[in-house]
């Protein structure tokens, strides 16, 4: 089954969100070449209404003349909101694991000529994983049982009521035999070897989110090893693509299934390389360097006023201690004002109160939990699985959403129908504006911050990296920063990093390079943060 997830393209003034494409059919026939694509298309900053025609183009390359398959032709789609869905065929023989690029031509109906979308996106295959949880009763293991949309019609079972009470399961193929294929969300217990598996869940997550996840699994095995998660790409290879599961009786316990849950509210950054700073606008604190950075969790949005409140109510009755008296516009509107120390603390809090070992310490023997005063004597033990500020590394390749080369996370441009800031197209040519405030949060007294969650996510599925509030950085700011494997800045210094735009901040201090500083004292209702967690 191809399943293929897309990201943002930009072009003069137009753009297109490609959320998802993907093939289906019926559970128990075979697979075609046809399938749905998906999308989203933005015309002069605002999403298209009204009837375009698009063309489809699959390339061997991101640049040149080296046409695979296409171009196709959808003439009159009907675009309500911007989003649109058309089916696409290519043919066989074009899906066959070589890397592919799709080019976009979009017009509206009946215009002249198509408009390009530039650059071509590359095709990329989205793991899915298998989660399996204990059920009271097991297939038999060797018994071959062929089961069509949850029906048994051969085979013997322990219980063979059992695989249709899976809710919303739908499975073909030979069960405690080889399996042939799994489809929906699966939750008990199966016998025998699933090969080709693809299920469109794992404990309630979505597919792409748990794609990044099955790496971390993947990490600690090998394609031999029994009851486990590994994964298949198209080939067989176990490198990249599909999940493949091997699960035996009771053996899909939690050591597998609980490495690629993610908890509630965060996503999953992956571990990767990626260049790091500015490649456009020549900043010059911001000199591009390859770094490395290890897998972690990310909260999706800033820490709100409720959830700030929520944690600071129950540490100041701990015997957690605050300077600043928290602030926000609204419960589910950032918490804003806050210094730097207020907020290690505060993630030391959090980390207690969910049961997780503490990251901040004030003596170098890791000790003495930081709950109280401000002081720059902070140790870090960076082992544990507390909440913490991201390093400065971590939040670039976090905002980056899995682009690079670009000015924002979703392309070189940006407007106030992308990101909460202060408009200034004078000064910035990619400013698009209007000028001023966003007057969508003009109602009311300042800050003017948005609710979480009113702009589009990033490619890993986070909020406002760009505008709303900037953040706090763990990292003491310094310059050059420095290259490698997770990075966390310079040992001492007066002021730490701060990253992003705030709501009365202009465009220039919104792109992913652009470094700001600010005394860990300081408070300002521009500055916010959110937390990472190490997987």
Not at 164 to 175: E, R
Not at 369 to 380: F, I, K, M, P, R
Not at 392 to 402: I, L, M, P, S, T
Not at 405 to 419: C, M, T
Request: hydrophobic letters at 40%; aromatic letters at 10%; one cysteine or more.
């Amino acid at each position: 089954m191809k399943r293929i997830l897309f990201k943002l393209l930009l072009f003069a003034g137009v753009s297109v969100l490609l959320l998802a494409l993907l093939a289906s059919s019926a559970v128990a026939d075979p697979l075609g070449t046809a399938f749905t694509y998906q999308g989203r298309l933005n015309d002069g900053g605002s999403p298209a209404n009204g009837s375009y025609d698009i063309t489809f183009t699959l390339h061997d390359a991101a640049t040149g003349n080296g046409v695979i398959a296409g171009p196709l032709t959808n003439n009159a789609v009907s675009m309500t909101n911007g989003l649109f869905t058309v089916s696409l065929d290519f043919g066989g023989g074009v899906f066959t694991g070589n890397a592919l690029w799709l080019e976009l031509g979009v017009r509206t109906n009946g215009s002249n000529s198509f408009t390009t979308l530039s650059p071509r996106q590359p095709i990329l295959p989205t793991p899915y994983a298998l989660y399996a949880s204990n059920s009271a009763t097991a297939l038999t293991a060797g018994s071959a049982a062929t089961v069509v949309n949850g029906v048994v019609t051969t085979g013997t079972y322990a219980n063979p009521a059992w695989i249709s009470s899976l809710a919303g399961t739908k499975i073909s193929g030979n069960i405690g035999g080889n399996a042939v294929g799994f489809s929906g969300s699966l939750v008990g217990d199966v016998t025998g070897t699933q090969g080709a598996t693809v299920v469109s869940s794992v404990g309630g997550q979505s597919a792409a989110n748990v794609a990044a996840g099955a790496s971390a699994a993947n990490t600690a095995t090998s394609a031999n090893t029994a009851n486990t998660i590994v994964k298949r790409d198209a080939s067989g290879n176990f490198s990249a693509g599909t999940i493949t599961a091997n699960l035996s009786g009771n053996a899909a316990t939690a050591t597998t299934a609980s490495t690629l849950a993610i908890p509630p509210g965060m996503a999953l950054i992956p571990a990767g390389s990626f260049t790091m700073g500015d490649t456009l606008d020549g900043l010059t604190d911001a000199v591009p360097v390859s770094v490395t950075v290890s897998a972690f969790y990310m909260d999706v949005n800033l820490e709100s006023y409720s959830q700030w409140q929520s944690v600071y109510f129950w540490a100041t009755n701990q015997g957690y201690g605050f300077r600043n008296l928290d602030a926000g516009r609204a419960a589910n509107n950032p918490v804003q004002s806050v210094d730097w120390y207020d907020c290690v603390k505060w993630c030391n809090a959090r980390s207690q109160q969910a049961g997780k070992t503490p990251v901040y310490y004030t003596d170098a023997g890791l000790t003495q939990v930081y709950t109280n005063g401000e002081t720059d004597a902070v140790y870090v033990n960076w082992t544990p699985k507390g909440y913490r500020l991201p390093t400065e590394a971590e939040w670039e390749k976090a905002a980056r959403g899995g682009l690079s080369g670009l000015r924002f996370p979703w392309g070189n441009i940006i407007s106030e129908n992308l990101a909460n800031y202060y408009g200034l197209t004078a000064s910035y040519t990619f400013d698009l504006g209007p000028n001023g405030y966003n007057v969508a949060f003009t109602n009311g007294v300042q800050p003017y911050t948005s609710p979480a969650g009113y702009f589009a996510p990033n490619g890993y599925g986070l909020y406002d990296m760009v505008g709303n509030l900037a953040e706090w950085c763990w990292d003491w700011y310094g310059t050059p920063y420095a290259g490698g494997s997770d990075p966390r800045g310079p040992t001492s210094g007066t002021v730490r990093v701060i990253r992003g735009t705030g709501w009365n901040i202009s465009a220039g201090y919104g792109r992913t390079a652009h470094r700001a500083d600010l005394g860990p004292a300081g408070i300002n209702s521009n500055v916010g943060f959110r937390t990472v967690l190490i997987p």
